[in-house]
């Protein structure tokens, strides 16, 4: 996954930025974004969510013109909710939870070295060879 695809799903799982901080375009990719890594979290089928909402049968599914609930109804919920300092607002969001947990939960301080540099593109550079105060402080 691309670095700025992990920055983003950081701070859209994040109660205190979500889309708030995006325009145009960019809320549109972040939306599609945190939808992909919902996909992928085991704890999500979304097949069977929308098999559930679908009329059943073949005669009311053709003749049925009801509208038909988003597939992601807990991405709408969690972006509509007003932002609160409290973590636990996340507990009614189990999904979005997972995500958040995945992207902003603390690391170890050699793991978050390594993310700083990886994010700024000095992974491979001599000054992460020769680290001492004034290179980490530099960077």
């Known amino acids: 996954m691309k670095k700025d ?3 983003f799903l950081a701070t859209v799982s994040h109660l205190k930025f979500k889309l708030r901080w995006l325009t145009g ?12 890594e919902i996909d992928a979290t085991p704890n999500f089928n979304n097949n ?17 013109f009801e509208d038909v609930e988003e597939p992601y109804p807990e991405i ?3 972006i509509k909710a007003p932002y609160t300092s409290d973590l636990t607002t ?5 999904i979005v939870k997972d995500v958040f947990i ?8 050699s793991s978050s ?12 550079s001599k000054k992460r060879s ?5 290179n980490f402080e530099d960077t």
């Open 25 to 36: 375009d960019e809320k549109k990719k972040a939306n599609y974004l945190l939808q992909l």
């Open 5 to 7: 695809s992990i920055i």
């Open 76 to 78: 709408k919920r969690f």
């Open 130 to 134: 020769r680290m001492n105060d004034k």
């Open 90 to 94: 996340l507990n009614s969001m189990t």
């Open 48 to 64: 069977d969510e929308i098999r559930s909402i679908l009329p059943q049968g073949e005669d009311e599914f053709l003749f049925n």
């Open 113 to 124: 070295v390594e993310q700083l540099f990886n994010v700024a593109g000095d992974i491979f």
């Open 102 to 109: 995945k992207y902003n939960t603390a690391l170890s301080f």
